[in-house]
């Protein structure tokens, strides 16, 4: 068991049919058993909340966040809140959320658990994601799923030099090319042809998406690795050329540019109940090992 929790924080998928009514109903079950609640003044207005608001949860001292969406609203807070450390507890309001820990009622029933810190914390590896231009970094990301180079219209294949520790290792004539973590090993990468790998495993996963040759298979590789991806000039159509992260942050790539993609210094901290585990999201929402 951890440390009692006083201060939560909530963001949430105001875009949800749900929302409103299962964040004004946190917000008071919360309220009402002593502790502090932090939202952002969008927030705020849009649930009639009264409560304390805040421009940035990394920075309001929340003991823990609760998110209350689907996988993309936990990927965003995931970036936000993981290199302060705070643990985040995701509420599934969305069509998928194999993320989240579990529907609003059952986990608003959990509440005198959260608050007592009786639960357990399980850590996601995260990666570090920058890019580089005329021999300089001009951006840098984190994310806990993946990062995608590819084009956006698919128009031609894109050609991707692709090193680790310093050794080279293939020349990529493919769509794209996807590096995940474990927990982004569910998602576009999994689509893509990629293996699953567990939460825990510490790899980093690199799949080809659509390779022109039927050779190229994904790689698992050490977490500490180091990747680092060239784009091959000249035969890029640099206008659709981009590098993604968790499908959700994109930055126009270049012929010359290089991407090198690495284990960050810091992890996502889910709070785990134990109410589903891996393998039952594996079943019940990606249908995995279905015989029927």
Same mark, same amino acid.
């Given at each position: ?5 006083? /201060? &939560?924080?909530? !963001? ?6 749900? %929302? ?20 952002? *003044?969008?927030? *705020? ?18 003991? +823990? ?11 965003? =807070?995931? /970036?936000?809140? *993981? ?33 007592? $810190? ?25 994310? #806990?799923?993946?990062? &995608? ?6 128009? /031609?294949?894109?050609?991707?030099? #692709?090193? !680790?520790?310093?050794?080279? !290792? ?13 927990? $982004? ?25 659509? *390779? ?38 994109? !930055?126009?790539?270049? =012929? ?11 992890? %996502? ?16 929402? +990606? /249908? ?5």
């Amino acid at each position: 068991m951890g440390r009692p929790i006083d /201060r &939560v924080g909530i !963001v949430t998928a105001l875009h949800k049919p749900r %929302a409103r009514e299962a964040t004004r109903r946190a917000v008071a079950m919360l309220r009402q058993a002593g502790a502090e609640v932090i939202v952002a *003044a969008e927030l *705020a207005e849009a649930c009639d909340l009264d409560c304390e608001q805040c421009d940035d949860l990394a920075s309001a001292g929340s003991d +823990l966040v609760m998110v209350m969406g689907g996988d993309g609203t936990f990927l965003a =807070a995931a /970036r936000l809140v *993981a290199p302060v450390g705070t643990p985040l507890l995701g509420v599934d309001l969305g069509g998928f959320g194999f993320l989240a820990e579990e529907e609003p009622s059952r986990v608003l029933a959990e509440i005198e658990r959260v608050l007592a $810190g009786d639960f357990r914390i399980e850590e996601r590896l995260m990666l570090s994601v920058r890019l580089h231009r005329d021999g300089e970094m001009r951006r840098e990301f984190i994310g #806990l799923n993946d990062a &995608v180079l590819a084009t956006g219209s698919f128009r /031609r294949l894109v050609r991707l030099n #692709l090193r !680790v520790n310093d050794e080279h !290792v293939a020349q990529f004539a493919a769509d794209g090319l996807i590096i995940s973590t474990p927990t $982004g090993s569910t998602a576009y990468s999994l689509s893509a042809g990629g293996p699953i790998l567990g939460p825990d495993v510490e790899a980093l996963l690199i799949t080809a998406i659509c *390779a022109h040759t039927l050779s190229t298979r994904p790689l698992v590789v050490r977490a500490d690795s180091m990747l680092h991806v060239a784009v091959e000039p000249p035969r890029q159509f640099e206008e659709d050329l981009a590098l993604t992260v968790d499908g959700q942050e994109t !930055v126009k790539l270049a =012929a010359g540019d290089s991407v090198i993609v690495s284990r960050a210094n810091y992890r %996502a901290r889910l709070v785990d109940f134990g109410l589903r585990t891996f393998y039952d999201k594996l079943r019940t929402k +990606l /249908r995995w090992g279905d015989v029927r």
